[in-house]
């Protein structure tokens, strides 16, 4: 891996059901990962940061695993809910931690 | 409580103008990006600044000059703007930024003609 990946590319999932979505990154020299999660016409607002193999993160419903060894990060979403629908989007820094690279990001769809 | 600060909101250029997108953030963070969203693409680096007097390319570059002579502020600007350049422009801030997560404008949204 050379840049950053994000799978899938979009997730549609009716309400209740629990989903999750995968960031990959370049395995050396890993500094940080961030999630953020980016609503339609607003601004993408951070979730998590995970700095450390093995981090844990949740937040309510969300959730999100590092491992920095292989190189991937995954993203939780229980008992999805309409208000979920966003595009997700993962963040790596590299090395001397200066230059924020995004994914592509997964983008989400939660129906009724 | 202000944040990251970006002006104008929307903007139509005609080809071959220049134009400079502004952004400013009141949490005295060093680290500043501007990203653009293109369709199906995420958001791209154009330029970041871990600090006053100190910038760097990142992904997409070319077409684009910034300048970081404040904390505060930190413009992108278009010299001759090509219809490539139509876009959505995103500034952020950060203040460890490996630890810390990073604070984002309202976005611009430019087109040229």
């Known amino acids: ?3 950053v990946e994000q799978s899938p590319q979009s997730l549609h999932v009716q309400e209740g059901d629990s989903t999750n979505f995968t960031c990959s990154f370049p395995s050396s020299n890993f500094y940080a990962l961030h999630w ?11 979730l998590f940061v995970m700095t450390l ?12 695993t590092l491992n920095t060894k292989e190189g991937y990060s995954y993203l939780y979403i229980k008992g999805s809910q309409p208000e979920d629908s966003a595009t997700y989007l993962c963040a790596f ?9 995004f994914g592509t990001g997964t983008r989400l769809q939660v129906t009724l | 409580n202000a944040g990251v600060t970006q002006t104008p909101k929307f903007r139509i250029l005609k080809i071959g103008q220049s134009m400079t997108l502004q952004c400013t953030q009141d949490m005295n963070h060093n680290y500043m990006y501007w990203y653009r969203q293109d369709p199906g693409m995420g958001l791209k680096l154009i330029y970041y600044s871990v600090g006053a007097g100190i910038t760097d390319k990142g992904e997409v570059p070319n077409g684009y000059n910034v300048s970081r002579s404040t904390t505060e502020d930190f413009p992108l600007r278009l010299e001759l703007a090509a219809p490539s350049q139509t876009s959505v422009y995103f500034c952020a801030s950060s203040g460890t930024v490996g630890s810390t997560e990073a604070f984002f404008g309202q976005g ?5 003609v």
């Open chain 1, 1 to 3: 891996i050379l840049n």
């Open chain 1, 93 to 101: 820094l590299r090395g001397t931690a200066s230059k924020l690279t």
């Open chain 1, 36 to 46: 953020y999660r980016w609503e339609t016409a607003k601004s993408p607002e951070a």
């Open chain 1, 53 to 64: 193999n093995g981090d844990e993160k949740k937040k309510g419903r969300i959730s999100a």
């Open chain 2, 108 to 112: 611009t949204r430019l087109t040229v």
